[in-house]
């Protein structure tokens, strides 16, 4: 069969626009974005310059009110862009010149917007805005200048402070939020670090910088664990991130050596866990939270290894660090009692227990007080030179050895001060006897309670005399001193019948 010759419709395109209709088009979206902006709807407004833009993409002003509209939303890095556009399209653009200039001065580059203010005024020298826009950068500088010091000598407030003016200036800048919400961090001020750097990250959860201050917030929260993830996540966004890769090194470290001290604890090895703490607190000086724990865990070694001095001033190191670490104020309280430094106990339990009034540390507080009580009065075991746990032996046989010891007839040849001292001693001698000897005084006194108004003990009607002579049966019936020539001064003898 023979081919049949058809004739085939050939689609033509779209009736091609005339340009004049394009630019007049053009300019009533732009109109209508222009109203839209004066009235503050920001968001339409960008819908119709971008319209417009579409229409007619070589004008340089549709750029440049889109621009505007973008930077009353605040998305100044698309501004930006809008603004480059539209001075490349038109290098004479004044505006566009500006609305750079600001763009690059509320992200933080100071010496980019420098350079679009000098071309602002190079086109219009009496331009006051670009004027004072260019100030603001001069300034802008000076703060960056200052805050970079700063930080190099460690002076984070001083950071802190020039941040907050510089962001009042460069409000977008991610980069001096940054080193606000790092200085924050390093302060202790976590909560307000957190805040801002989780601000960033609602925009940007990719932000390095941000999972790394997120990460120093935790770690200096003592929260290790979670703090090594946020700082593998920043080394993921970014590999050469050498601050976040320093601090996981440091949380990794940390981590394992007090790890390491509670172990050899646990197991009682504390000379070795004494050690492994003191290794863990030389990694990392800026952790305090964490440091004040290693303090605190190494004071309870040492306070088995019997060093209570040192024991003492690493909880005061640790409460230094962490003024509300009531584990701190604890355990020093109890090196104080052990010490017997009663006034001292008796001021960190009331530091515990205003803060925490639990029945524990109620009855820690009291213990404490009554230990502070018993120590203002007379010790009557150091004066016989007897334990508090000695037996009803032991002290007899101390009183006989002090009470011939300081008897006043033994010193009748010494001098009247010494003699004085010496019926002082014999007197206490006598005294601590009289409470230890009998078992409803002893009672009392080891509990802390008066003996003055019913022991005789007043100073008046109490005799040391007496209780010397029903001990040893009497004077004349089997004792007597020797105080003779022929002996040397001092010298006594004496017999039993």
Do not use: W
Not at 115 to 131: D, G, T, Y
Not at 279 to 298: F, G, S, V
Not at 389 to 401: G, S
Not at 478 to 493: H, K, L, M, R, V
């Amino acid at each position: 069969m023979a081919a049949v010759d058809i004739d085939v419709l050939i689609e033509t395109d779209p009736e091609i626009r005339d340009q004049d209709d394009l630019e007049r088009e053009a300019e009533g979206f732009k109109e209508q974005g222009n109203a839209l902006y004066s009235r503050k709807d920001y968001s339409e407004a960008f819908n119709y310059y971008t319209k417009a833009i579409d229409t007619c993409p070589k004008n340089a002003s549709y750029y440049g009110n889109r621009a505007a509209t973008l930077m009353m939303l605040s998305r100044f890095r698309e501004a930006l862009e809008d603004s480059q556009q539209a001075v490349r399209l038109d290098d004479c653009f004044m505006k566009g010149h500006l609305r750079e200039g600001k763009c690059h001065l509320s992200l933080g580059n100071a010496m980019a917007a420098n350079r679009c203010f000098q071309k602002v005024l190079e086109i219009e020298p009496s331009n006051r805005e670009a004027q004072q826009e260019n100030n603001n950068a001069s300034t802008l500088l000076e703060y960056e200048r200052m805050a970079d010091f700063g930080f190099e000598k460690r002076d984070f407030r001083k950071v802190v402070y020039c941040m907050d003016r510089a962001l009042a200036v460069a409000s977008a800048c991610h980069r001096f939020k940054i080193l606000k919400a790092e200085c924050l961090a390093l302060l202790g001020r976590y909560p307000e670090a957190q805040s801002v750097a989780s601000d960033i990250l609602r925009m940007d959860s990719t932000n390095a910088d941000a999972l790394y201050v997120r990460g120093l917030c935790l770690y200096y929260e003592d929260c290790i664990d979670k703090a090594v993830q946020f700082f593998v996540q920043a080394l993921r966004m970014a590999p050469d991130h050498e601050k976040a890769r320093l601090a996981c090194r440091n949380a990794k470290a940390l981590k394992a050596k007090k790890d390491e001290g509670n172990q050899a604890f646990k197991i009682n090895n504390f000379e070795a866990a004494y050690q492994l703490y003191t290794e863990a607190l030389m990694i990392d000086p800026n952790n305090i939270k964490t440091n004040a724990k290693l303090y605190c865990n190494r004071a309870t070694a040492g306070a088995k290894l019997k060093k209570l001095n040192q024991a003492i001033e690493d909880c005061s190191s640790a409460i230094k660090l962490d003024d509300t670490y009531i584990k701190a104020y604890l355990r020093r309280a109890q090196c104080y009692m052990d010490t017997e430094l009663y006034e001292e106990a008796v001021r960190d339990y009331e530091k515990v227990y205003q803060t925490e009034k639990t029945s524990d540390h109620k009855q820690l507080l009291k213990m404490a007080q009554l230990q502070l009580k018993k120590s203002k009065r007379k010790d009557y075991y150091k004066v016989l030179g007897v334990g508090k746990n000695a037996t009803e032996d032991e002290i007899k046989k101390a009183y006989r050895k002090r009470a011939l010891m300081h008897h006043p007839d033994r010193h009748s040849a010494a001098t009247q001060e010494v003699q004085k001292e010496e019926e002082k001693k014999f007197k206490e001698v006598g005294e601590a006897f009289t409470v230890l000897s009998d078992p409803k005084k002893k009672v009392r006194y080891d509990n802390g309670h008066d003996l003055d108004d019913d022991s005789g003990m007043d100073g008046g009607d109490f005799d040391a005399n007496n209780i010397f002579r029903a001990f040893f049966g009497g004077h004349g019936g089997g004792f007597s001193f020797d105080s003779s020539p022929e002996t040397a001064p001092g010298n006594f003898f004496f017999q039993f019948g």
